[in-house]
């Protein structure tokens, strides 16, 4: 009975992810069209296709906030800190976060080369394209604070923290970082996000187990999200061959493991975990 609480509790975290989006969303694009539609009727609809394009991360940035915010209302309600109700776990010291950041960062490379070697669809890469836009508007700084910043402080206290903690006290550990990597994945929507967000679901948990602390993905997935913004540049001083190509690319996943392997050490992995002093319906 006690597990089948707990999974039922790490599908609601999912949900409660879930709705704060897409009501921010519905908010916001009924808001601009009773606007628009106010002070310009004529030119409504393009006037509301360039909010939802330079907008985009806006939106995306008030219901990271919303989400934090609900987070530490929870955690006010049950007589908590934040960081216990996600259970953060142990903390790391500076090699680690180095490393962590560093390791990111090559996952990037690995990701993004692998994403320019391999032969996939024309049509399914302009879907991705197209998507991906919508993540880089005119607006650097929202950009910057939405992908960058609370993407990964998001995502990881919902999908690493409290998603994955209320598995594990449900499941063995492997399956618990199996479940929450397939969630994570699909909750990206578009299919190639799916697909290497699902991969990067995985490691994350695995980090999140390896480690003990929440921290460590956290750190992780900061440095894969903030190297978007120059990754670009590594592949631009690589050789413009596929040689070259491929070499930065397996260099990524190389320097990746190496830099995971270092973070790993002093580090313990994560015990069974005890059920947190909490209510919970």
Known sequence: MERLRNF??????VLMFLAIQFACTLA?????QVYFQAVAPDGAAEL??????????????????????????????RGMTLWDLVQGGQNIGRRQVACLLLAGACGNILVSGAMDLLPLPQQ??????????????????????????FAPLVE????????????RKALPGW??????GLVF???HGQLVWIVYATLFGLLLGYVRLRTGSLKASILLHLGFNLSSFFIGIVFYLAPQNFLGQLSVTLLGGIMLAGFLSIA??????EPDEQDPPEWEN
Request: net charge negative; glycine share 8%.
């Open 156 to 167: 990881e206290m919902i999908f690493r923290g409290l998603v994955f903690s209320r598995l």
């Open 264 to 269: 790993f050490q002093g580090l313990e992995q």
């Open 185 to 187: 994945g699909f909750v």
């Open 28 to 32: 916001a694009g009924i808001g601009a």
């Open 175 to 180: 399956l618990a970082v199996v479940l929450q």
């Open 124 to 149: 399914l890469m302009e879907s991705y394209n197209q998507a991906s836009q919508g993540l880089n508007t005119s607006l650097l700084w929202a950009d910057l604070l939405s992908v960058a910043v």
């Open 8 to 13: 039922r509790r790490a599908i609601g975290y």
């Open 48 to 77: 509301y296709e360039a909010f939802a394009s330079d907008y985009s991360t806006v939106i995306l940035l008030s219901s990271q906030v919303l989400t934090i915010l609900i987070i530490m209302a929870l955690a006010k309600l």
